[in-house]
């Protein structure tokens, strides 16, 4: 019974972390919707013109992320207010030192760090690149939580990661080797790539610290609420006054089909990371980010189911290893995850 | 005194006489001093404590059946000590500071 109790524990570790996989695939809908409607699409067409193509994708990327933050902060604030947690969240963000100052660098890493890296990648170097770049956070996780929080990494939990990522490798690699080919030799993309990686591998790291002595729903809002006020008090009046009219486009989004748009966005990747810091205590980072990766797979099956967009053998195969791996994590004896930490 | 800080301090904090407690009366305590008096106010502290177990910052020593469902009815009552890791992480984070 008590081995129950325990097993018990680590499958909603790892329930959770698929949860968040599933939220993550899915938030591809709206969140690939968004840029072809207006607004965006005018604001993309317009700075184009007069910045190239590149500027204009990444200023664009910067108003979409920042009202994805917004409306993922108000679906946070229903889901605390229905658990009834508002209480413990203002006991917990007053605890400035050991738990919100944690959760605000997780924001900056996680936010425009990992988000606007995964941009410029796709701007520089193309959308399979930037997909395939960002599916290398784990290692990066791994290694961190390691090395600097302690946990525990399994050979077989490392084997998991390893396979799922070859998946994924495999999943984007045709249009991985386009990417390579003809926008390839574009360093800024690159550094995207490798700021995507990092952003999301470290953030899982560092919100592991306020997690280890506050709740996982209520620092995921803390975390989200440091990343609205990075983007609206920090960046988006810094590119009004570098002369980009950010406002006179985000007043615009008042039409039926945006404020659907970002509603779905708000509550697909809010609950993504809820699910995701709710696995990171229970069954720690590394293996909550290498089950979180097998978004990728279900970005590409919900992409196809959405928009049609027929998948090629190497998604079959990349997806088979995907789901090898996390089975590989998935069957490993739950008694050796008793804590993550390492003795 | 952790009170009207978040839950997992409280817990630490009461964990850190270094003293082994049954999960039951930790539980029941903190629902008392937060007013969290409700079967979902129990299981949510109660996660916490989980949470704080598979961190490493508890160890579970003891188990038992809770046979006269005091506290839930055929549920594993669990009974844990603080752990070297769990004092630094209270001392660092939560008490000490101010």
Known sequence: MRQNEHKKRVRIGYLMALFCAVLWGLWYIPGTTLWVLNPFD??????????????????????????????????????????????????????????????????????????????????????????????????????????????????????????????????????????????????????????????????????????????????????????????????????????FPMFTYAAQIFEPMVMLALMIAGITFGFCYVAWYKSFPLIGVGRGQGIGNLYGLFAVIFIFMFFGTVPEWTLILGGLLCVVGSLVMFTEESLELQSIRRE | MAKNRPIKFRLLELFSDGESHWNSEVVKKVQAEYGMNSNYGRDSINFDIIELAAGGMLKEIDVKKDDDGTYKAGALLHKYVITDFGKIRAGDSCFFKK
């Not at chain 1, 993309?44 to 190239?52: R, V």
């Not at chain 1, 390691?146 to 050979?155: A, F, M, N």
């Not at chain 1, 926008?183 to 790539?193: H, Q, T, V």
């Open chain 1, 42 to 243: 005018t604001m993309f067409a317009d700075l184009a013109t007069i910045h190239g193509d590149s500027v204009a994708l990444v200023i664009t990327a910067v108003l979409i992320s920042a009202f994805n933050a917004l409306t993922v902060i108000i679906a946070l604030m229903v889901w605390n207010g229905g658990l009834g947690k508002l209480k413990e969240m203002g006991r917990t963000v007053r605890e400035l030192k050991p738990c919100t100052k944690w959760y605000f660098l997780a924001s900056i890493f996680g936010g425009p760090i990992a988000i606007l890296g995964s941009f410029i990648a796709m701007g520089f170097v193309g959308a399979a690149f930037a997909a395939v770049a960002a599916l290398l956070y784990p290692v990066i996780g791994s290694a961190v939580s390691y090395k600097w929080l302690g946990q525990k990494i399994s050979k077989r939990a490392l084997m998991g990661i390893i396979i799922i990522i070859l998946g994924g490798f495999t999943i984007y690699a045709g249009g991985l080797i386009e990417d390579l080919s003809t926008g390839g030799g574009s360093l800024i993309g690159y550094i995207g790539g490798i700021m995507a990686a990092c952003g999301w591998g470290i953030e899982g790291c560092v919100a592991a610290k306020g997690l280890d002595v506050s709740e996982p729903d209520i620092g995921i809002t803390i975390r989200f609420l440091g990343e609205n006020i990075i983007w609206w008090v920090i960046i988006i009046p810094v590119l009004v006054l570098a002369g």
